[in-house]
């Protein structure tokens, strides 16, 4: 027997399958996949200089809120009481609470 079945190793490949799928190479190209990447890149920094942008105008560029004017100008002064001063009796609220009686000597 001369043929090359017999040799050891030298065997016929199987056929493929006739159902099988072929599987396929690579679904994009590196190209698209760069690009891609630096759209997102671009798209990040868009987005972070829009919300910088947005927290600077809001922190550094608008207005305070207007708030009581100082005791010292000539308007209706502070719109809160002052505090007691240390040592003297709170003032009485009329109508809030019931007179107390004086305290046993």
Known sequence: MTSDD???G???PAPPPTTAVAV???RHSTGL???TGLVGVILGAIAAFAVTGLVWT???E????PYPPPLSSNGPGCVYPAPPVPGSAPAPTPGVFP??????R
Do not use: D, E, Q
Request: aromatic content about 0%; overall charge positive.
């Open 10 to 12: 030298a065997r016929k």
């Open 99 to 104: 007179p107390v009686p004086p305290l046993p």
């Open 62 to 65: 608008l207005p305070p809120p």
């Open 33 to 35: 996949l760069i690009g």
């Open 24 to 26: 396929p190479g690579r």
């Open 6 to 8: 017999t040799h050891i």
């Open 58 to 60: 809001v922190r550094v």
